[in-house]
């Protein structure tokens, strides 16, 4: 136990999308960027989730500006479970697959999963890396939820224009 609160009275931990939601940080849902136009989004709540103070599947569709669906099922990641026990992990991921397929019909009304036009979004490292092993199977990449929406209120190059910035001396230091 860390005992924060011995530390930093008053403190309270939070997951990160649980500070932008606070801090009212959300896209604007379908379409606000034109890269995303059309797309729609599945949740995978990590079986660990990080996300305590609120329902995770509300506050993904609340940050996305959009009704993103739960997909339930573990991933079969689990940090060294996919590697200690794959024979069991492989159930899972078959599962999971399964249940990654119905939502997506689900998002897109049966329409078929193309171009993009569903991501999966996890805030969980582990589970990212089990999720992006069904891209080939099902089409759809995997993202963090804060970096989806990075990428949707700044656009896809965000990440080397901010290291330009950076460089450049463009981003000030901000001391509490």
């Not at 989004?41 to 329902?55: A, E, F, R």
């Not at 079969?76 to 399964?98: N, W, Y």
């Not at 199977?137 to 990075?150: A, L």
Request: aromatic letters at 8%.
């Amino acid at each position: 136990k860390y005992e924060f609160e011995k530390i930093f009275p008053g403190c309270r931990l939070l997951d990160i999308h649980e500070y932008l939601l606070e801090k009212d940080v959300k896209i604007g849902g379908v379409g606000s960027n034109e890269s995303s136009a059309g797309k729609k989004y599945i949740y995978h709540d990590p079986c660990h989730t990080p996300v305590k103070n609120y329902d995770p599947s509300k506050l993904t569709s609340e940050l996305m500006g959009q009704e993103v669906l739960l997909t339930d099922r573990c991933c079969g990641e689990a940090g060294t479970f996919a590697v200690s026990r794959p024979d069991i992990a492989s159930q899972l991921r078959f599962r999971k697959q399964e249940s990654l397929k119905e939502a997506s019909q689900m998002q897109l009304q049966g329409e078929p999963v193309k171009n993009g036009n569903v991501k999966i979004l996890t805030n969980c490292p582990a589970c990212q890396q089990g999720l992006s092993r069904y891209a080939d199977d099902t089409g759809m990449d995997t993202d963090y939820i804060v970096v989806e929406m990075i990428k949707e209120l700044h656009g896809e190059k965000w990440q080397t224009e901010f290291v330009e910035k950076i460089i450049n001396g463009g981003i000030e230091k901000v001391l509490l």
